[in-house]
């Protein structure tokens, strides 16, 4: 069975502290996502990363796939309150669906 | 702008009530859809893949005699979630992925608070 294990769970910050999110599996994933998803709305997609160590940026947010393509880190530079939300990382199950199976979570706060 | 829109967006009723939950694909077909369920500040859980044209696929654990799925055209899949009760409730996601699967388009849910 995959799973994806995150950390922190919970994580309270202040603005402009730098923060690591950690997503992390005994498996082997073709690629694998990060969602942030706010209160009463769905998850959007931040960031696809394909390739065994890929680093990709999106602003203050660093993102990238470990080697063997087993987990994945999302880094965020000077914390602002509006980061705050859950963030979700995601993989595909593979084989003829298109099913994706989710990170367990990590919900940041970033206080003013 | 959204491309798959979810409806109602929330929802409160009486035990025992059916309730249906509309998910669409806006501007494209989309073969197959995923029903998710998120309880308060946890991840998404799959419960189903919609196929069109066909019968819903469960994953482990959930009733498909309590959640029926419909897929009736290529942009539209239904919930209903039937005879529901107080442990029902709970906050319904879907989402559809153009031609190749990925990346996946999540509706913006649906808050079912069952009385």
């Known amino acids: 069975t995959q799973l994806l294990e995150q950390s922190p769970q919970f994580l309270s910050i202040q603005e402009g502290e730098n923060l690591t999110v950690y997503c992390n599996s005994s498996s082997v994933f073709s690629s694998l996502q990060w969602y942030r998803q706010e209160p009463g709305e769905g998850p959007v997609l931040l960031v696809t990363?394909?390739?065994?160590?890929e680093v990709k940026k999106l602003k203050r947010l660093t993102f990238q796939f470990g080697d063997a393509r087993k987990d994945s880190s999302l880094h965020i530079t000077a914390a602002q309150p509006g980061d705050t939300g859950l963030y979700l990382c995601?993989?595909?199950?593979?084989?003829?669906?298109?099913?994706?199976?989710f990170g367990t979570g990590t919900l940041l706060a970033v206080q003013p | 702008g959204a491309v798959v829109s979810q409806h109602p967006s929330r929802v409160i009723c009486k035990s025992g009530t059916s309730v249906k939950i509309e998910c669409r694909s806006l501007?494209?077909?989309?073969?197959?859809m995923f029903w998710y369920r998120q309880f308060p500040k946890k991840s998404l859980m799959l419960m189903a893949t919609s196929n069109e044209g066909s019968k819903a696929t469960y994953e482990q654990g959930v009733e498909k005699d309590k959640f029926l799925i419909n897929h009736a055209s290529l942009t539209l899949s239904t919930l209903t979630v039937t005879s529901a009760h107080p442990e029902d409730s709970s906050f319904y996601i879907c989402s559809a992925g153009r031609t190749g699967g990925q990346p996946q388009h999540f509706g913006d849910g649906t808050r079912l608070s069952i009385l």
């Open positions: 501007d494209f077909q989309a073969t197959t």
């Open positions: 990363v394909v390739t065994g160590g």
């Open positions: 995601a993989g595909p199950l593979g084989g003829a669906t298109n099913k994706l199976i």
